[in-house]
């Protein structure tokens, strides 16, 4: 008897970024841009306290919400930073990662053949995760020349057919984008009238580089519409750890609680310790990586324009997002042939949305002295096509 799988599941299409990466495994010498790691090293602190916590016995399981001293830890992190307060015994939720946080979002709000609006270019997993809660994704393509920013007009058009939610993730990848408080009040303004959810993927909040964060629950009458998602991943340098977590209403909490219980079940404890410490003593850290991902981002800004792909200075995270129009190559195309010929490893644009074919994803989360090195071998491959 042959075993029948899930349409849904069989319908799904693989990883963009995965798919196209089996190609570097095995390859010698290649520079890598493409998959979204920081290239440091959890701090030496963040990775002590994870070491002595299992020195010291912790291996048990924690509550199914994790452990309470870190979500009040969170909870007081929050209202100290942002001034946003959240009640760390009905409000907080500790994932695994910010991808399991915005599965359980999407299981716990959506309905069959809700929408859910995503702007795109888009992390990958986003369609993927309204297609598997059998809802329905609606792609809004945002455009270069406006910097690939969502605008409250773009959603307005969109919930006046019907919408129940808008995924908005920022700093973004793979754009880098990311949204002023004024450019939040506005879109705040769409979403209070339309009486939508927004579900925020803000993990990449600390690498904000030209103007300072601002949590959209923190934007007055939007904590009751937010499900706030972050974690520990990007600015700690702790991807490994696999930690995130999801701020919301407390109806909103209790529902994915439901479904992580019967899933997760809790974080490993031994993560959750290490979060712990990065909240209390990790923020230096973290500013000493920034710093070094501004420098990255304005020189490979300054190098990819000056070899002719026009490329924004993104506004946060650890990523460009060229145009390689000019090579007249498809996305993939340039991609595979860039790696076979040059070495180096970016992203297709299409993984991110279909209509994104002439860019590329780079992730600047290598070391300066390859992100030089990828320069003169990019320079190689434009000069070998003319």
Not at 15 to 24: K, M
Not at 36 to 51: C, L, M, Q, S, Y
Not at 249 to 272: D, E, F, G, N, R
Not at 351 to 376: Q, T
Request: proline share 5%.
């Amino acid at each position: 008897m042959e075993i029948k799988l899930s349409k849904k599941v069989e319908q799904l299409a693989p990883s963009g970024i995965r798919a196209f990466f089996d190609l570097v495994l095995g390859m010698k010498d290649v520079i890598s841009l493409g998959v979204g790691e920081p290239d440091f090293v959890t701090p030496w602190n963040i990775r002590e306290k994870a070491i002595f916590s299992l020195e010291q016995g912790y291996t048990s399981y924690t509550s199914n919400k994790g452990m309470i001293e870190l979500r009040k830890q969170i909870a007081l992190f929050l209202e100290n930073r942002y001034g946003v307060r959240y009640d760390p015994e009905e409000e907080i939720l500790i994932t695994v990662g910010v991808s399991e946080a915005l599965d359980l979002a999407m299981r716990a709000l959506i309905n069959p053949g809700d929408k859910v609006i995503i702007p795109e270019p888009a992390y990958v997993a986003y369609t993927a995760d309204v297609d598997l809660a059998y809802g329905k994704a609606v792609r809004i393509e945002t455009e270069s020349p406006n910097g690939f920013k969502l605008t409250p007009q773009m959603i307005s058009k969109e919930a006046k057919k019907g919408v129940k939610g808008l995924l908005l993730n920022y700093p973004a990848n793979p754009t880098g984008v990311s949204y002023t408080k004024t450019e939040l009040e506005d879109i705040a303004k769409i979403i209070k009238k339309y009486n939508m959810f927004i579900i925020t993927d803000e993990v990449y909040d600390e690498l904000t580089y030209d103007f300072s964060h601002t949590p959209f629950p923190s934007l007055k009458g939007m904590k009751e519409h937010t499900v706030y998602m972050n974690g520990f991943s990007k600015a700690y340098a702790m991807t490994g750890f696999r930690i995130g977590y999801v701020c919301g209403p407390k109806k909103v909490i209790s529902a994915m609680t439901k479904i992580h219980q019967y899933t997760m079940l809790c974080v490993p404890i031994t993560a959750q310790m290490a979060a712990m410490e990065a909240l209390k003593n990790g923020y230096k850290s973290v500013q000493e990586m920034k710093r070094e991902y501004r420098r990255r981002r304005e020189f490979i800004v300054d190098a990819l324009n000056g070899l002719g792909l026009k490329c924004h200075m993104p506004q946060g995270a650890f990523y460009v997002f060229p145009s390689i129009k000019s090579t007249k190559e498809s996305s993939v195309d340039f991609a595979k042939n860039l790696l076979l010929s040059q070495k180096v490893a970016v992203v297709p644009g299409t993984a991110f949305g279909a209509a994104y074919d002439g860019y590329v994803r780079m992730a600047y989360a290598a070391s300066y002295d390859n992100l030089k090195e990828v320069a003169v071998r990019i320079k190689k491959y434009l000069d070998s096509k003319k």
